[in-house]
């Protein structure tokens, strides 16, 4: 077993539930939203995950993907999202074309988003799509020939940056699947437009009892329907203005950036900048000697005035931003193995 | 035969046609204009053609092209066929570099045309190259060590399209090559611009008969160089200012977009979009239930007061514009196949 | 050996040499300055070098780094290097992600360097980082998990390209490593912002007894840091205004670009735009029918005014700065190997 261990309870349980049968649901299907997924399809995500590590760091190397296409078509800026499936790919032996700024392509023209998805869907194995309107990924989907991933839609979701997320907690806190339920979980910062924390908050929402504490400005606060959502399936909610009171009883801190290219008026988002910011001093003050694991969806704003995580936690070894990054290729990876259908090779390795 | 057949005559006599010798005039050389095949040439690559389709579709896989090397130069925006390209290239094994953007070239430097791809012919077995400006592509090709493959230049040629155009053709009405003899085809749109209708025309005009319906505003007419090449060997043609008359005696129809990048004042082309709208209604009233097929080299401009082809249209099986966009992968991999000198191991299979 | 030898003395000297046992400072390492070489660093790597052409060319094809992944990261307009480095990893069986462009990256959001080098590093097996500011790539090697290459750094360094410039002058010159001691090189230019200039004067001051005349516009000389450690080495140096004096007694002529985006006023730039001009007159006179050959970094200035080097020199045997250009891939590939360690498997073919 590739992975390093960090909490108190082995991680190695994933590896046990190895995958005996891909479920159907995966198999070219498309990756819209969080919604579509139960419980159970946790098991199969992250013990294949938990598999793929000692690829995605090149210690094995397969070509289970040889010849296979990954359409990357990104109408948003990015990195780490982009390059993180681009990386998952290449690492299962396949090969990526990139179609990453709206102006280079056939859009100018005139071209409707549904024509580009079918075209581009033609050519290749499988889309991932950003698209920085909501539910434009999903009308991708409905034309193209080949399952589409969503990469971010907007205001939207960002599920496949859930599913590591949730991968992340249990690999920094030595949680199994089990003992998510009773999670505390503190999301700081814009809860509005960020589609990473709303990802999240639905799939945290599939266990038992969570408690979810939410800080972050006022006219920045988490949808109502997402809160409902989660009520409605019983965890507890508490909202919060203030940084240092709040993430005193949480397990996880999760912190966001302001979403300014979210804002109609972007000078808005200005006044929100540097909000909640966590340092060392108040991170140990509050949460003492506790592994209560950092995260941040990344980029971290680093810009003075902003500093979401004040970089005196770099080296803290509960920051685990990085790890978090870094993990989004093992759970990408298990992803495309599963829709492509060729996720039985390997646990028959 | 893993190839859908739409028409009356089976597509499989090109699988018969098997190459058994790769010609001489294709290894190695450059593909600039329609302009050096020969109708013969139509046999060679079409069979290789079909013979491709099952690896573009990935229902076979080679790695004929392993460590080989295609640089796609776009000096101008393009989606489907830079990635068309690229496609095909990696479904044959091999790997791709793009400069798909002038500003991030060194050309604002101040380097020539012929420095770039002096060097980068240098650097890839194979170049694709799409520019702004007629003759450019002609440029490269003088200087560069490696073959050049002309991806479209201004309002030249656009070899590959054409190619890709007359295997759709063949497909969706079932002809042979020899029962392309005899095609009626109305072109519509800026016949003045558009540089697939000039490659295609060129490539028709190695047939006997055809008889070309021209369909155009009176400034966007076919350039009368090309009408003079067809008339010479022999072939019939009409122009045309409406497009209801024009279409009910074509069996095949090829709209195209109001190339507003070719103007050299862009807001004289917004006079003539939305000057020909395919729709349904029109479309069934001409043509009835003959299997007449509409083609497009995409992109098709959606824009309210455009509209080419109409998205109620979107649905009707005679509607072979997202076909004719697939089919450029396996054209273009037999290409890149009898360029590089490999077609005789597809031959051998 | 597949290598053009074009002058007196053999080069098949290197491929005897071969590498036995790879250092141990090149596993892993960062290549961040000419600074780290000492002299018989250039057996190893010249040598690797000299064996990888027959690869670079596609004569014989290698798998080595099957599954690994290159990260090119250019905040900086480039084309030759970003391709060359892409070609070499490539030739070496690997898949390269591309980052070319400021704004289509996290930096945006106001993400530090470091942050994206981390993640970037987190990915990829090896990072390859151009940025526009001196110290920037050291910055992002001090952070990054997989070794960083210095694809230049602001007017600071260009290490890869001065060991290919090394490598190129042996080839042309006919000169063994040991025949370096000796030579006489004339820079011509712009040598107060040209790093290549920079790099390749440090590594000539491994030899011994090299003689530097250094041809510049008074404003442009080289820096006093570089002439002061040419000197403390024992080089001899001559500054002068005049082209034509200068290359006279040169063994190899090193022509260099105004760098017009290192100026604080890129309109000052301009007046020294086209201050250079070597024709085939002026050469032919200075040089008579010795073996000088004349190099440059490309991209060259061919805009009217520039033309650092005159195109009726492009057929000049002499005129080596395409063969140049060529010479990056198979040095980098020996770089990828060395630093990946994978170099032993090609000494043991």
Redesign the interface.
């Known amino acids: 077993m590739s992975i390093r261990v960090k909490g108190l309870i082995s991680f190695c349980e994933f590896t046990l539930l190895m995958v005996k049968r891909v479920p159907m649901n995966f198999k070219g299907s498309n990756i819209l939203s969080i919604d579509q997924y139960e419980r159970q399809d946790m098991v199969t995500i992250f013990s294949l995950a938990a598999f793929m590590e000692c ?1 995605a760091q ?1 210690k094995k ?3 289970v993907l ?4 990954l ?1 990357n078509i990104f109408f948003e ?4 999202t982009r ?2 499936f ?2 998952a790919f ?2 299962l ?1 396949g ?7 709206k ?4 859009m ?5 988003l549904e ?2 998805a ?3 869907g ?4 499988v889309l991932v799509v950003r698209h920085p309107k909501e539910g434009s990924v999903k009308r991708c989907a409905d034309v193209s020939s080949s399952p589409v991933i969503n990469a971010g839609d907007g205001s939207g979701e960002h599920p496949t940056q859930a599913l590591l997320d949730l991968y992340t907690i249990m690999k920094e806190s030595g949680r199994s699947l089990d003992q998510i339920d009773g999670l505390s979980i503190a999301f700081v910062g814009d809860l509005k437009h960020g589609r990473t924390v709303h990802s999240l908050a639905k799939l945290l929402s599939l266990f038992k009892n969570i408690h979810f504490i939410l800080i972050s400005p006022n006219p920045l606060v988490m949808p109502q329907e997402i809160i409902q959502q989660l009520q409605s399936r019983g965890h507890t909610l508490e909202e919060c203005r203030d940084l240092a009171s709040g993430i005193g009883k949480a397990d996880v801190i999760y912190m966001t ?1 302001i979403q ?2 979210r804002f109609s008026n972007p000078e808005d988002a200005e006044r929100y900048r540097g909000c909640y910011c966590l340092n060392k001093g108040l991170y140990e003050k509050q949460v003492g000697s506790k592994n209560v694991p950092i995260m941040h969806p ?6 003075p005035g ?1 500093l979401e995580i004040d970089q005196d936690l770099d080296d803290h070894p509960n920051l685990a931003i ?1 790890r978090q ?2 993990n989004g ?1 093992p759970v990408r990876m298990a992803l495309f193995a599963l829709v492509l259908d060729v996720a039985d090779i390997f646990s028959r390795t």
């Open positions: 690829y090149r190397r397969t070509r040889e010849g296979a296409l359409g800026p990015s990195t780490r390059v993180s681009e990386t290449y690492r032996g090969s990526v074309f990139n179609i990453a700024d102006t280079g392509t056939s100018v023209k005139g071209e409707s024509d580009t079918r075209v581009l033609g050519y290749a194995d950036r300014q290219e990344l980029p971290r704003d680093s810009r902003a990085f990054a870094n290729v």
